[in-house]
């Protein structure tokens, strides 16, 4: 190892190395799932990667057949040297696609510490709380009564995800269906107060905002393993159906049918099924 790679190593390690996927400058917290932020600036990414790596085990015990495509890609040696500013666009839109896959797999077991362990890691090193808002929500918004649910809220970068936006690459074959770019602005209190979402400010939401409404019906599609979407999709839906009648006895032809033939499809249970590059 030269001279030059044994100091890049020890500033990988060092708390506020931009190499170990963080700054710790005065001011600035360190972002973390699991630990308050004095605790999480004294962990340096060696011990972040061990907690993650323990979760990850513990999660490819319940579903190995899901969990192991991601072993190298997000939890391999390699990744603890990985600095998404350093990528390239197409390299970006490849993780991007297997985060998004991970955390899909990973939704059902969203409650469990093991689960845990392996986001502290994903927020460590590839900064999902920023880079990955949409994938984040996909993952944890069926459980939004729940305070694992408010704790990650207050993580994310809210305001920067819509104006970000899904990245693209003309290398790279995006799965369907596609990422949605939802404005999740209207979460910003949540981000103060760490508070549980009620499903009737979920609906109250879906009223004006269309896209919230494709966001929530195409859940039960890329996730058919979680019977938690399906259950929450079919309650804003009657919530949302028995609401608009209410106010509005006439519903948009176009926008009943998308719902209705999501809600078939739900039924039907004919999930979406993953295509990734994880194992490249």
Request: proline content about 6%; overall charge positive; glycine content about 4%.
């Amino acid at each position: 190892m030269s001279l030059l790679q044994q100091q890049l190593k020890q500033r990988q390690n060092q708390p506020g190395s931009i190499l170990g996927g963080y700054l710790n400058l005065a001011g600035i917290k360190t972002p973390s799932f699991l630990f308050d932020p004095q605790k999480a600036s004294e962990l340096d990414i060696e011990t972040i990667y061990n907690i993650g790596v323990n979760g990850f085990c513990e999660l490819k015990t319940l579903d190995s057949q899901n969990f192991e495509q991601y072993e190298k890609s997000l939890f391999g040696e390699q990744s603890k040297r990985i600095v998404r500013e350093m990528l390239t666009v197409a390299e970006n839109v490849h993780l991007n696609i297997v985060i998004r896959g991970f955390l899909n797999a990973l939704s059902p077991y969203f409650l469990l510490r093991g689960a845990h362990k392996a986001l502290e890691w994903l927020v460590r090193r590839f900064r999902i709380q920023e880079f990955n808002v949409q994938e984040i929500m996909e993952c944890i918004f069926p459980f939004h009564h729940t305070i694992e649910f408010g704790r990650m809220v207050q993580l994310l970068d809210i305001k920067g995800a819509r104006s970000r936006g899904p990245m693209l690459s003309k290398d790279v074959t995006l799965p369907q269906p596609p990422l949605l770019n939802v404005d999740w602005t209207w979460l910003e209190p949540l981000k103060t107060s760490g508070n549980i979402l009620s499903r009737p400010t979920i609906v109250s939401r879906m009223v004006s905002d269309p896209l919230l409404i494709q966001f929530i019906s195409q859940l039960p599609k890329i996730q058919p393993k979680n019977q938690l979407s399906s259950k929450f999709y079919t309650a804003c839906l009657i919530d949302f159906i028995q609401r608009q009648l209410f106010t509005s006895p006439t519903l948009s032809p176009a926008l009943l049918s998308d719902i209705l033939s999501n809600a078939l499809e739900c039924f039907l249970n004919k999930g979406f099924r993953w295509k990734i590059l994880a194992k490249q």
